[in-house]
């Protein structure tokens, strides 16, 4: 068919066109040129970005136009291979509701139901204007009327915020390992991310279903562990897909994780079960030793059944055979439920007890710490003028949790409270990055508390229901049209760094926010955006930059054309650890000394069933999405539309209610109502419901309107709440809500 | 019936592409001038002339509105979006592209899909304006500018915007005309 195109078009017009007949088709040059590009095909190398895994990619182009998105064989991560979510990628990247231009608002009244009169402008109005807003509210209210809604990178954007002196970052992660990343800074001196599965004899899972909602780097591990005959044993109120694999499953009372867990500490110390030689050396369990032997003496394995309905004998079969079978590891990570009750810093404190006591820290068979390429920062490459001090209040209320704070963290759930009781009108000024309404328990008070912000900006690749109440909205690249250097993480006994590149350019005007930092940062703080000899810092020489000083190559250039980079060395276990005694802590002193506890004590999960709510009530996120932001992807959308409550069958006999029929689930709160999905993988005093559905925005034409919202039952809370509980890593509780269910 | 001059391809192409009322303005005069056909024919610029708003941003509001989502169903500008995974990028793109490359051209703007219905009807009114093929133009319009009744069908379940329900109007008239 080209051929005859060709002819006739030659016959047409000789060289292309015919010369033009009306002045009305001289428009066409504005929008036509002649064609410089040929047809042409390329495998290039890239790097996920859906989740912090990162999994290396293949992606096939053709004609400009992403065809094909597979593993990168050579990848540590995913090990040549893609999950659904990672496969169906490009989906995000054609999306025809993406956001595409900048816009602002010309409605001021704002709410979901408001219509915001969005209309087109430059990204040179969008960003003049939303500098003089920062600029105006920074010196009339100070750097804490702001608040910038946003995960700590990429760096050029905390410096833009340091050099602002914000005082108010704040991301999701109380929602999913804060818990741990702060208690692990001083038990081991740091969170780890990888678990060596691969060379675990005992894999014990509390609250996680590691295979199907995890990294596929721990679930190959978790597979090829359970090849070679490791035994796994996983407490989860339901029977998930880890379940099915595993050895031994329990149906635990949720949130009574930590009893377990206290209690096989109690059997491992009190047995002398422990690895001698690796507690001896490396751990400061000598120095405390009459401390902790007298604190988890009264922890018992029939105690812990009473609060678990997890029989004692198991739980004491099941420590010894953890410290004596091993090497034995116990992982805690995000979208586990275990991680997400108000007892999570205490749980996370004795997993990682469980974990030293079994020698495997740093070992092969544990955790470990991901040996990875330095890639120098933004401030090793340019180092900035002195940054500001931060000054101001915290509107979430986390200048109480101190160890929050060194971590520098956030935390959504108390941020609502901060915003409308704490301090009304104090923000005056928030910037969106990525997350959503949906991202936040009890989301219609976090609506409530972003409608009386006076300036909102909104940066993201989708038009959210948070974009609906923004006064700008910036289009986002995708991570298929992004550049970055991404280390290993999850697996990485031996350094790797995948290129991400974009594979092909940016689609509309869709900007990195690594641009947008940069840019606003000319225009606010310039000091902190020139390089030494005075020109402005440019992505593109940052990234060349530190392909650079990594040893990576002479430039991003080369090192995208060769996409990966592997470097061989042995794995040397630790012998030191970044704890402040050098050594891993049970009993921990810096604890103590801010009042807390320095060894983990039994607390309940925030609430408990009543007479008026019965039923415990837990959120999940389905193993093809990912959190929020995936549900308008055509494939995701095609195998999980909405969402549903899942009921056991025997508390649907009890409560009269049948499959697929709608029921009313109710918490102090809100309420939801949704069909029923009847299963018997659950515990029957349980209702779960998946999270990531109810965008209430019309602008997301799949996932608009589809399924409930999970967050509309689960308290948010007040900082308070989190001092009394002992929660001092500041887990996020989104699984702690307790309901009714009545069927319709 | 005769297919319509290449001026009104070019118009619609325009009015799709842009939300400058003044230009849209100045091409309708433009048209009048250049189009000598009928009574109907000057019905219709009388009719999208009268449509334009006068307040400045109200095109501009609703062309965000209608085609670059916020609230309000999208109805895209692509070609792939109406295929059955309404995904841009897709199989009418690259046919898109084809018949851009064979002509010696592609869209000035990279980052903008090659399907755009804005582009297509310009690519259509360059193609008429320069006397090719019946066949060609035929097939073209079979291959990319058929759909746009689904356009037309979207726009028209969702605006109020008299302009936006003229220019439809005048999408209809140019897509229904088969023989070529």
Known sequence: MRSTRRDWLRMAGGAGLASLQSRLLAGFEDWFQPATTAPDEQV??????????????????????????????????????????????????????????????????????????????????????????????????????????????????????????????????????????????????????????????????????????????????????????????????????????????????????????????????????????????????????????????????????????????AVRRIAREFATQGPAIVPMHKKALAANYMNATQLAHAISILNILAGTIDRPGGRYFARTVSIPGVDAIYPPPAYPRVEGRRVDGTDKLPLVREVECGSFSTLADGMLNKYPGMIKFAFWNTYTLLGFPHPSQMEEALRRVEFTVVMDTLPTDTALLADIVLPSV????????????????????VVRQPVVPAMFETRSIGWVAIELGKRLVPEYFRTPTGEWISPAALLDERVKRAGLGSSFAEFRSVGIHTRQQPFTPRTTFATPSGKCQIYVPEFAARGYDPLPVWKPKAEQPSAEYPYYYLTFIPAIHRRNSTQNNPILHEIMPTNAAIISRTLAHRLGIREGQMVRIRSRMGAIELPA????????????????????????????????????????????EYVAAGNFGGAGCIMDAVVNIEPL | MPLPAAPWYAFAGTALLTTDSQQLAGLLEQLRGEIVEDEAAEARIRRLADALPSEALALEKEYTRLFLNPTGSPCALWQSAYSEMSQLMGPAHDSALEWYRAAGVEPARSNEPADHAGLLLMFFARLLDSGADPNELSRFRREHLVWLEKLADCVERHTALPFYRELMALLRWLVSVEEI
Not at chain 1, 485 to 494: D, G
């Open chain 1, 44 to 313: 290039l190398i890239t790097a996920c970005g859906i989740c912090d895994s990162a999994c290396g990619i293949r992606a096939t182009v053709k004609d400009g136009v992403v065809r094909f998105l597979e593993g990168l064989p050579d990848d540590f991560q995913g090990q040549g291979k893609l999950c659904g979510k990672g496969a169906a990628g490009a989906g995000f990247l054609y999306d025809p509701d993406r956001l595409k231009y900048p816009m602002k608002r010309t409605n001021p009244r704002k709410g979901l139901n408001e219509d915001p009169g969005f209309i087109r402008i430059s990204w040179q109005e969008a960003l003049d204007t939303i500098a003089d807003r920062i600029r105006s509210y920074r010196a009339r209210h100070g750097p804490e009327s702001l608040l910038f809604l946003t995960r700590p990178s990429p760096d050029v954007w905390v410096r833009f915020m340091r050099a602002l002196g914000v005082v108010n970052r704040v991301d999701h992660r109380d929602e999913c390992f804060q818990s741990d990343l702060v208690v692990q800074r001083y038990t081991i001196g740091g969170k780890p991310w990888g678990n060596d599965f691969e060379n675990s004899r005992y894999i014990l899972l509390f609250g996680f279903d590691m295979v199907t909602k995890t990294k596929l780097a721990h679930a190959h591990g978790v597979l090829a562990a359970k090849q070679r005959g490791a035994k796994v044993v996983l407490f989860n109120p339901e029977f998930n897909t880890t379940a099915r694999l595993a050895d031994e499953w329990y149906p635990i009372r949720p949130g009574a994780d930590l009893a377990v867990a206290l209690a096989m500490i109690h059997v491992i110390v009190n047995e002398n079960l422990f690895n001698q030689e690796f507690v001896d050396r490396f751990t400061n369990f000598r120095q405390y030793e009459r401390e902790i032997r007298d604190h988890f003496a009264r922890y018992t394995p029939e105690w812990a059944e009473g609060l678990s309905d997890v029989p004692a004998e």
């Open chain 1, 478 to 497: 995708t991570y298929l049209e992004s550049s970055d250097l991404v280390p290993r993480e999850y697996s990485a006994r031996t350094p790797q760094v």
């Open chain 1, 677 to 720: 999905h009847l299963s018997e993988t659950l515990r029957p005093d349980c209702v779960m419901v998946a999270h990531g559905f109810g965008h209430r925005t019309r602008m997301l034409s799949l996932a608009g309107g589809q399924g409930v919202r999970d967050g509309d039952v689960i308290p948010s809370r007040a900082i308070e």
